[in-house]
C-alpha cells in the first residue's frame, strides 16, 4: 500500500468523517429545497399552475430571447400590460387570484417608469373610465435600454430567460460554505489526529515517515478538497437542470436583473460567469485547504485545529463588515469567505474603487495570491513537520 493510499483510507474510514459526509448531504438537502423550492420564481409558478395558469418559459424562449433593444422591451412590456388588464377585467388581479410571473414584474420594475406596483392602479382607473387598454389610449413611459446604463460591446446584449440562473447562483454560494466547513473539519485531522494519538514518533522514525507521508498527508488534502467541491457542483446542476428551464444561460450577465451588474464589463454570459465563479471558488477552497493543514501541523488536538481554522475562515467576513472603506476592506475580499456571494464579489472585482481598475487585474490578483499562500504553507508543513520532534 502507497503512503497516499494509507492516507486516504485513513480518511475515508474515518467514523467521524463518515458522519460529516452524511451531514453534509442532508444539509446539502435543505439549501436545495429552500434555494430552489421556495425560491420566489419556483414559488410563484407553483401557484400560477394551482390557479390554473401556465408557466411562461416557453414564451420566454420564442419570443422574448434575443438582442436586449427597446423594441424587445416594449413587447415584453405590452404582453404584462395586456395580461394585467385581462386579469383585472375578470377581477384577479383585484381579490389577489391572478398569476404572478417574476419575469414580467422584474422587466417592469427596471423599464416601465410607473414600476410595476402602480400598474395595477393605474388601468384599473382607466378601465372604470370606459376606455379601453389599447397602446393609444396608454400613457405609458419607459426607461430606455440606454439609459438603465447596460455595459455596451461591439454587438447588442443578450436577453433571454434569466430567472433560474439567480436562483443557481444564489445556491452555489451556500454550497460553497457547506464544502468549505466540510474542508476545515477533514483537513483539521490529517496531522493533528496523529499528533493526539502520539503515532508520530512511530510514524517519523520510519524511511519515508518524515519526507513522502507528509506530502501524502498534503496531496489527501488537496484531493479531498476537489473532490467534494465537483461533487456538490454537479449534483447542484442536476437538480438545477431538473427543476428549471436552463436555456437563458446563453444571455448576458449583464440582463440579468435579478443580479443588477448592468456595467459588469466582461462580455460574458451565465455559463461562462458561472465557469469564472467555479475557478475562483475552487482557488479559494483549496486556500481553505492548506489553511487548515497547516494549523493541523501546529495544534495538538484535532477540535483545537478545527476550532481555529474555522475562526480564520470566518474572521474575514466579520472583519469586513466592522471595516467597510480602505484598503483594508479591499484586502479582505481577497479571502474565500466573501466568495458565497457570486454577485457581490463580481461588483467589487469590476468596481473602479477596488485595488485595480480592471476586473481581470483584480481577479488575477486574487487568484494569484491565494495560491502563492497555498503554495507557501504546504511547504512550511513540509518543512516543519520534516523537522519534528517530539516535545
Not at 401556465?54 to 414564451?59: A, R, V, Y
Not at 446584449?157 to 452555489?172: A, E, H
Amino acid at each position: 500500500m502507497s503512503l497516499f493510499s494509507y492516507e486516504w483510507s485513513k480518511i475515508i474510514k474515518n467514523k467521524t468523517v463518515i458522519g460529516a459526509l452524511v451531514v453534509s448531504l442532508i444539509i446539502s438537502g435543505g439549501i436545495f429545497f429552500i434555494g430552489y423550492n421556495y425560491s420566489q420564481n419556483h414559488m410563484s409558478q407553483t401557484s400560477n399552475s394551482e390557479k390554473g395558469y401556465s408557466t411562461i418559459d416557453n414564451k420566454i424562449n420564442m419570443e422574448y430571447t434575443g438582442d436586449l433593444t427597446d423594441g424587445m422591451v416594449k413587447k415584453i412590456v405590452n404582453d404584462y400590460v395586456k395580461l394585467t388588464s385581462e386579469e383585472l377585467k375578470d377581477k384577479g388581479f383585484a381579490s389577489g387570484e391572478g398569476p404572478f410571473y417574476l419575469f414580467y414584474w422584474e422587466v417592469a420594475q427596471t423599464f416601465l417608469k410607473m414600476g410595476p406596483e402602480n400598474l395595477s392602479t393605474y388601468l384599473n382607473e382607466l378601465l372604470n373610465s370606459g376606455k379601453e387598454v389599447t397602446e393609444s389610449n396608454l400613457n405609458l413611459e419607459l426607461n430606455s435600454v440606454d439609459s438603465i446604463g447596460f455595459k455596451t460591446f461591439h454587438h447588442p446584449l443578450k436577453f433571454g430567460n434569466y430567472i433560474p440562473w439567480s436562483d443557481f447562483f444564489r445556491v452555489i454560494g451556500n454550497l460553497f460554505i457547506l464544502c468549505n466547513l466540510l474542508v476545515v473539519f477533514i483537513c483539521s485531522l490529517l496531522f493533528s489526529n496523529d499528533t493526539s494519538t502520539q503515532i508520530n514518533q512511530l510514524l517519523f522514525s520510519t524511511k519515508l515517515g518524515r519526507t513522502k507521508l507528509n506530502i501524502a498527508k498534503i496531496g489527501v488534502g488537496n484531493l479531498i478538497s476537489v473532490l467534494l467541491f465537483f461533487f456538490f457542483q454537479i449534483l447542484n446542476f442536476v437538480v438545477f437542470s431538473a427543476m428549471f428551464d436552463i436555456n437563458g444561460g446563453s444571455s448576458n450577465i449583464q440582463t440579468n436583473l435579478s443580479m443588477n451588474l448592468f456595467h459588469f464589463p466582461m462580455d460574458w454570459n451565465h455559463w461562462q460567469v458561472y465557469a469564472f465563479i467555479v475557478g475562483l471558488q475552487l482557488t479559494g477552497l483549496l486556500f481553505t485547504a492548506s489553511i487548515t493543514t497547516f494549523v493541523s501541523s501546529m495544534a495538538k488536538s484535532p477540535m483545537a485545529a478545527f476550532s481555529i481554522s474555522l475562526g480564520l475562515f470566518f474572521l474575514p467576513y466579520f472583519l469586513k463588515e466592522l471595516i467597510k472603506t480602505g484598503i483594508v476592506n479591499e484586502l479582505l475580499y481577497l479571502f474565500p469567505m466573501n466568495f458565497a456571494s457570486p454577485n457581490q464579489i463580481l461588483s467589487i472585482l469590476s468596481s473602479d474603487n477596488f485595488i485595480f481598475n480592471s476586473f481581470l487585474e483584480n481577479s488575477a490578483l486574487i487568484i494569484i495570491s491565494l495560491l502563492v499562500v497555498k503554495i507557501i504553507a504546504e511547504g512550511m508543513i513540509y518543512l516543519r513537520m520534516k523537522a519534528w520532534r517530539y516535545a
